[in-house]
């Protein structure tokens, strides 16, 4: 199949398919007589793969080490569960900052009349308070 059908297969666009291929996410595909790239069932089910671990926010490299365990028989399960669970205490962390961010926020929110006035608060506060 063809960059096209594999984007729509695995819901990648074709550029980042093709990112993926340049980065080593996914190994050369054959190609055709004309040049374009043809994806088999192994390449696709490796795109999934990838799309599904970018859906969590997996990075490129965790998604490196990854498909590495995947691709090694001998693999442990442990040592995916502790990628996972380093990888859960980085999105734990960043919910705790969007909870800030969204706090401060909607503090700067609430103290803005929202009238016909000059006077903002929330200018007023992203030219002087600190976050």
Not at 3 to 11: M, V
Not at 88 to 104: F, G, V
Request: charged content about 25%; overall charge positive; some cysteine.
């Amino acid at each position: 199949m063809n960059i096209s059908q594999a984007a729509a297969i695995t819901g990648l666009s074709a550029k980042q398919i093709r990112d993926y291929e340049k980065v080593g996410l996914l190994p050369a595909t054959a190609r055709s007589g004309a040049g374009y790239r043809i994806y088999g069932h192994s390449q696709i089910e490796r795109l999934k793969f990838i799309a599904r671990a970018r859906q969590v926010d997996f990075s490129l490299v965790q998604i490196r080490a990854l498909l590495a365990l995947q691709d090694d028989p001998n693999r442990s399960s442990s040592m995916v569960k502790a990628l996972t669970s380093q990888h859960i205490d980085e999105l734990s962390q960043k919910i705790c900052q969007l909870q800030q961010m969204k706090d401060t926020l909607q503090q700067w929110h609430d103290a803005c009349h929202g009238d016909a006035r000059s006077d903002c608060a929330i200018l007023r506060s992203l030219a002087h308070d600190k976050i």
